[in-house]
């Protein structure tokens, strides 16, 4: 009996200390530091640091060429070795040269589309993790970094299209009006790429172990999306289950291969006709809504040591 | 009632209730990781800042003084407590953060878009900001090229090139040479007159004793001593000179088993 009413009179004084002080910060005007910002005024403030992200993506790129003795080529020499690499794999000795009309345009789309979403994961992964210091010593939210790495991709996408647009007229690809499709293909594939470095990004900030594996998974979805070849149509000779060829084509990665290509080689029509621009539509909003509520919700805790 | 309240609202800057952190420290087996322990950096401590104060924080290496700072600036979660401001404080570390592979130009430009600036004040500010950070001959060098002073020197020019509010400084003063010591001891004074409140920590006591109204002394994350500034650092003095001379009759009478 005492001892419940001691009890009692400590929770009441425990209350009242805990509530003076906060009643007292809010009677004096102060605001609680640390709490996570409305979903909205995250975004905004990610908005207000848009000259930030530009300085950053820039810079970023900059001292990327300065590490290089061939600097900005490297944007040119990337996609185009690993073409080479893939032609002579794939094309020549596997034979996937004659399952399209034209393999070399086919392959120049597929590589340089899929960069986007590769090159936008992987250094979106990293961003968050390898920057630590950047969080506690400046005043900005952790979303910056994976979007400021996302800008970056896109960029070296932009300084690359030069090279795609050659290889396609010099394969005799016909520049044709359904090319005006292309540009808003590619900012189909910006929302999924950032959601996508938003998503890897949280995850390893606190699972630094994918950093490894990253770079292989890509590439076998690369693989499995049709980067190379026409995956589906060997994987239909081979009499799995409906549900394996309605994943292969419907992933995101295929999903926005097949547009590219459906806007850019004349010859080639993708598996899924007019459906995979609505599936690109349906997956940039999913991957960008979950990416920014996920990263959202780890804010705060990507700072810590 | 509510005259007093009324002062408050002009006066309190900021209020930390019952602030507590702890570190997840993850101990590894040979082979697999084993559980994470908990390792508790400030525990329960209360403070309250008004306007115009500046106040030192000092303790032992370890006693939690910068996790105090970063908790403040909220860089850290809190296990228990709360931390409330007038407007959101600005933490200025000190080390080889920002953006070590770009150039030190860069990274001023980077500082002060972060910190607000809009890129054409920037651009009118950048020969002033470099010209007080007195690195200016390593300016398009990368920053993982300076020495810890040099890059502090520079964060320390960014930083106290905007005005805040609250501002927290972790050891901002102790670097450098005589020279740019004196030249930011100048700038903390101005930013002292300009911002509400500041907060410094530091282990060099004379910075503190000539820049602070009002000193906090940190033991093992709770609060030892909270005061004018040379009461406070009399007794941590005196304090230190005692644990010092305990350790020395320590080591005579425990033999020197336990050295390595």
């Known amino acids: ?20 002080a906060e009643q007292r910060a809010h009677n004096s005007g102060l605001v609680r530091i640390g709490d996570r910002q409305s979903l909205i005024n995250y975004l905004r403030a990610l908005w207000q640091r848009r000259e930030f992200i530009r300085a950053y993506a820039r810079a970023k790129t900059q001292a990327g060429y300065r590490t290089r003795r061939l600097g900005p080529l490297w944007e040119i020499l990337d996609p185009l070795t690993t073409m080479a690499t893939y032609w002579v794999l794939f094309g020549l000795l596997l034979g996937a040269r004659t399952s399209v009309p034209n393999y070399l345009g086919y392959l120049a789309v597929g590589v340089f589309t899929f960069a986007i979403i590769r090159r936008s994961a992987q250094s979106g992964a990293r961003s968050v993790s390898a920057n630590r210091g950047l969080l506690t010593s400046l005043p900005i939210p952790a979303v910056i970094l994976p979007t400021a790495a996302v800008v970056q991709q896109v960029r070296a996408f932009i300084v690359s299209l030069p090279i795609l647009v050659i290889v396609l007229v010099s394969t005799d690809e016909p520049v044709t009006w359904s090319w005006l499709l292309a540009p808003l293909a590619v900012l189909l594939i910006i929302p999924f790429g950032w959601g996508t470095a938003l998503l890897l990004a949280r995850w390893m900030s606190h699972t630094p172990d994918i950093g490894g594996v990253l770079p292989l998974v890509l590439r076998l979805w690369g693989l499995a999306s049709g980067v190379m070849f026409p995956i589906t149509e060997r994987i239909s000779q081979l009499d799995l289950p409906a549900w394996v060829e309605y994943v292969l084509v419907y992933n995101p990665g295929a999903v926005y291969l097949a547009v590219m290509r459906d806007a850019l080689l004349a010859g080639y029509t993708p598996p899924g006709g007019i459906a995979n621009w609505v599936a690109a539509a349906v997956w940039s909003l999913i991957a960008a809504i979950a990416g920014v509520v996920v990263f959202w919700r780890g804010e705060g805790t990507y700072g810590r040591d | 009632m509510d005259a007093t309240e009324s002062v408050e609202k002009s006066t309190l800057r900021m209020l930390l209730d019952d602030v507590t952190v702890s570190y997840r420290v993850h101990s590894h087996g040979r082979f697999v990781p084993r559980r994470a322990q908990q390792v508790e950096a400030v ?9 115009g104060e500046s106040v030192g924080i000092i303790g032992r290496n370890g006693a939690g003084k910068s996790t105090l700072l970063r908790a403040m600036a909220g860089l850290v979660q809190l296990d228990r407590g709360a931390v409330y401001a007038s407007s959101p404080p600005v933490l200025l570390g000190v080390g080889k953060t920002l953006v070590p592979r770009l150039s030190g130009r860069e990274n001023i430009e980077l500082g002060c878009l972060a910190l607000g600036m809009t890129r054409a004040a920037v651009r009118e500010h950048i020969d002033e900001i470099i010209d007080f950070s007195g690195v200016a001959d390593h300016i398009e060098l990368p920053l993982s090229t300076y020495s810890s002073g040099m890059a502090a020197r520079l964060k320390f020019a960014i930083a106290s090139s905007v005005d805040h509010e609250i501002l927290l400084l972790d050891e ?83 033999d020197r088993r336990s050295d390595p």
Request: aromatic share 4%; glycine share 8%; proline share 1%.
């Open chain 2, 43 to 51: 525990r329960g401590v209360s403070l309250e800042i008004s306007a």
């Open chain 1, 1 to 20: 009996m005492l001892s419940s009413r001691a009890d009692e009179n400590a929770a009441q004084d425990w209350e009242h200390t805990m509530m003076s």
């Open chain 2, 172 to 254: 901002a003063l102790a670097t450098g040479d005589l020279d740019f010591k004196e030249r930011s001891m100048d700038r903390m004074q101005q930013l002292r007159d300009r911002a509400e409140a500041v907060v410094l920590v530091s282990h060099s006591m004379s910075a503190i004793r000539g820049s602070c109204t009002r000193v906090v002394w940190i033991e093992k994350g709770r609060i030892e001593g909270d005061g004018k500034p040379d009461d406070v650092i009399d007794a941590y003095s005196a304090e230190s000179r005692r644990r010092r001379l305990d350790r020395r009759q320590g080591h005579r009478g425990s």
